[in-house]
């Protein structure tokens, strides 16, 4: 069984920087991309950031330049997000897509003040 840990969320003012990691246990195999999606008061889940097994990226508009997604070969996935707005203040959740399966965190929280 596939479980995956994010860590990271906190506050902070807008601004400032957070680093959010995602860390998987189990059995990890064929991995076709891992992602960022964020989920904000009103607003329906979105993605944010996507990392494919190849290396390639994808982000959303909104976090181009200020945000970047890396991964390391120890499972774990993270998003350095910089430069925060108060917009993108939500629940930000790790998927995780192996072998046609998507695998999903619990969530953690980031609140950006102004």
């Known amino acids: 069984q596939v479980q995956l840990v994010e860590s990271g969320g906190g506050l902070v003012q807008a601004g400032g920087s957070l680093r959010l990691s995602c860390a998987a246990s189990?059995?990890?195999?064929?991995?076709?991309?891992m992602g960022w999606y964020r989920q904000s008061p009103g607003k329906q889940r979105e993605l944010v950031a996507r990392?494919?097994?190849?290396?390639?990226t994808y982000y959303a508009d909104s976090v181009k330049g200020r945000f970047t997604i890396s991964r390391d070969a120890k499972k774990t996935v993270y998003l350095q997000m910089n430069s925060l707005k108060p917009e993108d203040t939500g629940s930000y959740y790790c998927n995780w897509l192996m072998s046609g399966t998507n695998y999903w965190g619990q969530g953690t929280q980031v609140t950006v003040s102004s």
């Open positions: 990392i494919t097994s190849g290396g390639s």
């Open positions: 189990g059995s990890i195999f064929s991995i076709n991309f």
